[in-house]
């Protein structure tokens, strides 16, 4: 059984940054692809960024919508994931939720994940 503890959300100007943070606990860490998903109301989650474990830190992958400003990161030892958040819009507000897959694969949809955190709300004002 995977715990995971998402941290970080908040209110921000259009423009300004946040840094979500997600901490596991139980299995192994590096076993597990890690994604960040997103929920706005009245839409259906999203995955906005997922990264797999690899000896070199991990291949990424991005929504468009978030190429260039958004950065997914893992540290292993650490058993946390971060998703760096740059010039932040309105339209990515939304709760926020950390997954985990027990495998080495790069899946988008939000039924693929094993596990998932409570969520952290991110809100953008205009």
């Known amino acids: 059984q995977v715990v995971l503890v998402e941290s970080g959300g908040g209110l921000v100007q259009a423009g300004g940054s946040l840094r979500l943070s997600c901490a596991a606990s139980g299995g192994t860490f590096s076993y597990y692809s890690m994604g960040w998903f997103r929920q706005a109301p009245g839409k259906e989650r999203e995955s906005v960024a997922i990264i797999i474990s690899s000896g070199s830190g991990g291949s990424t992958y991005y929504a468009d919508s978030v190429k260039g400003r958004f950065t997914i990161s893992r540290d292993n030892a650490k058993n946390t994931v971060v998703l760096q958040m740059n010039n932040l819009k309105p339209e990515d507000t939304a709760v926020y939720y950390c997954?985990?897959?027990?495998?080495?694969?790069?899946?988008?949809?939000?039924?693929?994940?094993?596990?998932w955190g409570q969520g952290t709300q991110v809100t953008v004002s205009s």
């Open positions: 997954a985990a897959k027990l495998a080495l694969v790069y899946i988008r949809a939000a039924s693929g994940y094993d596990y």
